[in-house]
């Protein structure tokens, strides 16, 4: 029989909506077992079950303590018949988010804001874990209703008379969020009060709360039109004065109810047992495992003949630059000329006279060429730490894949690729050589997961290029998984479960099934502008290498090219390209881009990349040697054909330039003179210059730098890389090189400052803004242009027009207030 009882507050809670000792595989499962019981108490229909689905999807309703607090979608609110809330008590508890269990759901139904009443009868238990633990273990639900529906305030909040000395700043605001200070809210206004040392009190009318404690600050029940004091004690306190003033005007969390279904496939969050990496290529497989295992060649050490063996070694060094030849024409017909690239960057490795020369010298007078071979790939690979660009080789695991190849031409293997499986699966393997993972055929290879490696690391570009969700950075755990059995890998979440349940697999193949959705919506819409919901424009451009790719980049969807990586016009050849030549390469960019902007950035090579011709000395240290713009300060023929071929393309095109690695103004000074000066023989038009900003001292002297560009483009890769000084590509580190360091993010935010004071214009072109929630973040930050792959930029442009300016303005403060990567994300 039904126990009614209101209170003053209309939290309506009865016996027979209180399921005590209830079990749940999955958060999904409790959120759905507590609204049945809100539709067995008369309190919806039993449509609200499936937005309070989705609600959990767009926005998570763990509130702390053990406690969440599942709803609809405000715009679902008619399905609701009568306000009220029903309880599931979960003794064993449930994992709702990483890290947090849930034991009690208080699935609400709420009219109007009476959520807000309703949150506040919850705060009296969530300030006390004693209480929470005797209503998690109780058999009696008269105990749940009694301590959930009455309203009574608790010690955490003060009267005015009892506010300690000192709070002797203090602003006044007013809430202006459609629900009041409600739980996310207060939830922002929490985390932004806490990145400060100051002390924070929020006094609304005679009560005051703790403005870092979200308990506390619920307790106060404001409501929207409110006026509350925020008040602070502290050296900065007028800053957290300040910040949370401009939180609270652009609408801390304020409910948008107009927002559109979030198709942005957040990570899966399954009940089955998870292996976790680092997300590197996005989407979902289901498939069995299967382990792939490099081929270990073997080979006689010692040999009779050296003459033989060094011709031997010869014919395999020929035979396999050959092959890599024709590998990269191959894959930059079918991925595009940044994946042919790495390719290309494998036969320079290979063509490098000093590695023959140093191998055949160890073959007198008894190696077999295998063995001198193996020894000479081992030495270089161990002193290359890794590589710098996503785009190009040099890292370690290239070395050792050119070696395999060459091993394999030495001994008359075959390649190991033709050893995959013909059925579908998801391949395990210790680490993949680009030359294993451009062969994938994506029909058979439906996802990847590897122990080492990192989300920049080629076989992660490849994947991505091949469509091919991907787990990097894994363990060595994985190499040990069972075989049989059907895994999920969810490329976005970085994670692998290796036995899923039945309810899981439905789980993600449901997921596979909205991402099919969203990836058909936002390539549909590719041509659209990236305009947010509240009508702010966000100029979404290309990242290409190659004259072809300006045309396919606008397919895409792209509004221009805002990095042209020119290094690949000096690629995979024995001399560098002609000014002609490069006029002609950027003839076709602004035929193709038809009055759109192209950025040109100046060769940006050097130190560890093989250039051969080049004849480029040996670095210690090549990541902090003569790369970029020191490079080409440096070799005037290489600079000034260039900086012609560029200027005359202005002439004819939108072409702006950019000068990649500035770090410090005197070479900034130096390419800009250098232009000029060819500009002027020329006598072409006056261009934009602009600057990567991508190396520490260009954040920390921006405002300076600001006075002399016009814009700057931020390389979130290198940027990473030189502020956590953790090299892009090391094989064990990558993974850590993360670009949502809230480092990295603070170094976005102080450049934008410093642009935006001297009215210019920020961009981002690292790989970053190619990623939907960082592009969120980014655009949030003040960025105004964001360049990525062309493959990313339908799913770029339509995570922005989900969302509006103010929602990413508060993504982004979050953001800067956190102090890891991990929890960057968790937002
Ligand atoms: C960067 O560093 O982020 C960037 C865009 O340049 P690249 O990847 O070519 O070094
Ligand atoms: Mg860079």
């Known amino acids: 029989m039904a126990v009614r009882k209101e209170t003053q507050f209309m939290v309506s809670l009865s016996a027979d909506v209180v399921q005590l000792n209830a079990t749940v595989a999955t958060k999904l499962d409790a959120i759905r077992q507590v609204g049945q019981l809100l539709v067995k108490g008369g309190h919806i229909q039993a449509g609200y079950i499936d937005s309070m689905v ?7 309703t763990y509130l702390g303590n053990g406690i969440a607090i599942p709803h609809g979608l405000p715009q679902d609110r008619e399905l609701i018949l009568q306000t009220g809330i029903a309880v599931t008590q979960l003794p064993q508890g449930v994992e709702w988010n990483p890290g947090e269990t849930v034991h009690l759901v208080v699935g609400i139904a709420a009219k109007s804001d009476e959520h807000l009443q309703i949150l506040r009868n919850l705060t009296h238990v969530l300030d006390d874990p004693a209480l929470i633990q005797r209503l998690v273990q109780t058999q009696n639900a008269q105990e749940i209703i009694e301590q959930l529906t009455q309203g009574e305030s608790s010690p955490s909040v003060q009267k005015p008379t009892e506010l300690e000395p000192g709070f002797d700043q203090q602003v006044e605001v007013q809430i202006t969020g459609a629900a009041g200070l409600h739980a996310r809210p207060a939830t922002a206004f929490a985390a932004l009060a806490s990145a400060f040392e100051a002390d924070i009190r929020v006094q609304a009318g005679e009560e005051i709360a703790n403005g870092k404690s979200l308990m506390s600050l619920l307790k106060l029940g404001v409501e929207s039109g409110q006026s509350i004091r925020i008040l602070a004690r502290g050296k900065d306190g007028a800053a957290a004065l300040k910040a949370l003033q401009n939180a609270i005007a652009t609408g801390l969390e304020a409910e948008e109810p107009e927002a559109e ?33 490099t081929q270990t060649l073997s080979f006689a050490d010692t040999a009779p003949n050296p003459a033989a063996e060094a011709e031997n070694l010869r014919r395999a060094v020929a035979a396999a630059l050959g092959e890599l030849t024709a590998l990269q024409q191959q894959v930059q017909q079918q991925l595009g000329t940044a994946q042919g690239a790495i390719f290309a960057a494998h036969h320079a490795l290979l063509a490098d006279p000093d590695l023959i020369e140093s191998a055949l010298t160890q073959i007198p007078p008894n190696r077999s060429a295998a063995w001198a071979w193996q020894q000479t790939i081992e030495a270089r690979a161990q002193s290359l730490a890794a590589l710098s660009n996503e785009t190009l080789a040099g890292r370690a695991a290239d070395v050792r894949d050119v070696g395999q190849r060459v091993l394999r031409h030495l001994l008359g293997e075959v390649e190991t690729a033709s050893e995959l499986p013909t059925t579908p699966v998801i391949l395990i393997a210790a680490e993949l050589t680009p030359s294993d993972t451009a062969s994938l055929d994506p029909q058979r290879i439906l996802g990847i997961c590897t122990a080492t490696g990192g989300p920049t690391s080629h076989t992660a570009i490849l994947a991505r290029s091949l469509k091919i969700p991907a787990v990097v950075g894994a363990g060595a755990a994985v190499l040990d998984l069972a075989t049989g059995g059907t895994a999920i890998l969810d490329g976005n979440g970085g994670c692998l479960y290796p036995q899923p349940s039945a309810e899981d697999l439905t789980q993600a193949r449901q997921r596979q099934g909205e991402l099919q959705v969203a990836q058909d919506g936002a390539l549909r819409s590719r041509f659209q502008p990236a305009l ?6 966000v100029e979404v451009v290309a990242n290409i290498g ?11 969807g792209a509004e221009g090219v805002g990095l042209l990586r020119t290094e690949f016009l000096f690629l995979g050849r024995d001399q560098p390209p002609s000014e002609a030549e490069q006029f002609a390469a950027l003839q076709e960019m602004t035929q193709a881009l038809n009055g759109l902007p192209l950025i040109v950035r100046t060769l940006d090579i050097g130190g ?4 051969p011709y080049l004849k480029l000395p040996a670095e210690d240290n090549p990541f902090l040697g003569v790369r970029g713009i020191r490079l080409c300060l440096q070799e005037p023929d290489l600079f000034i054909p260039q900086l012609r071929a560029i200027c005359r393309a202005a002439a004819i095109g939108y072409v702006r330039i950019m000068f990649p690695m500035i770090a410090t103004l005197e070479d900034l000074r130096a390419a800009k003179a250098q232009l000029e000066a060819v500009r002027v023989e020329l006598e072409t038009p006056p261009i934009e210059v602009g600057m990567m900003v991508e190396v520490p001292s260009a954040v920390l002297m921006a405002a300076e730098f600001a006075q002399e560009v016009d814009f700057f483009s931020i390389g979130t890769n290198d940027l990473t890389q030189y502020l956590l000084a953790m090299d892009r590509g090391h094989p064990t580190l990558a993974a850590a090189a993360d670009a949502l360091h809230p480092a990295v993010l603070r170094a976005i935010h102080q450049t934008v400052q410093a642009a935006e004071a001297a009215g210019k214009w920020v961009g981002v072109c690292g790989g970053l803004a190619g990623d939907p929630p960082g ?22 442009k339509a995570a922005l027009r989900r969302q509006s300016l103010p929602q990413m303005q508060r993504l982004a403060q979050r953001a800067l207030s956190c102090s890891t990567a991990a929890e960057v994300r968790a937002l």
Do not use: F, M
Request: glycine residues 6%; negative net charge; without cysteine.
């Open 546 to 556: 190659a004259a072809p790719e300006a045309a396919a980049a606008i397919e895409a």
């Open 54 to 60: 989705a609600r959990e999807s767009a926005a998570n």
């Open 608 to 611: 560890d990349k093989a250039v």
């Open 532 to 537: 947010t919901r509240d009508g702010h424009r």
């Open 775 to 796: 592009a969120s973040l980014l655009v949030g930050l003040g960025v105004k242009e964001l360049s990525a792959s062309p493959a990313s930029i339908p799913a770029v």
């Open 261 to 293: 279904p979030d198709l942005d496939l957040p990570a899966l969050t399954l009940a089955s047992k998870a292996i976790i990496g680092v997300a590197a290529a996005p989407g979902i497989a289901i498939a069995p495992l299967h382990h792939h295992h």
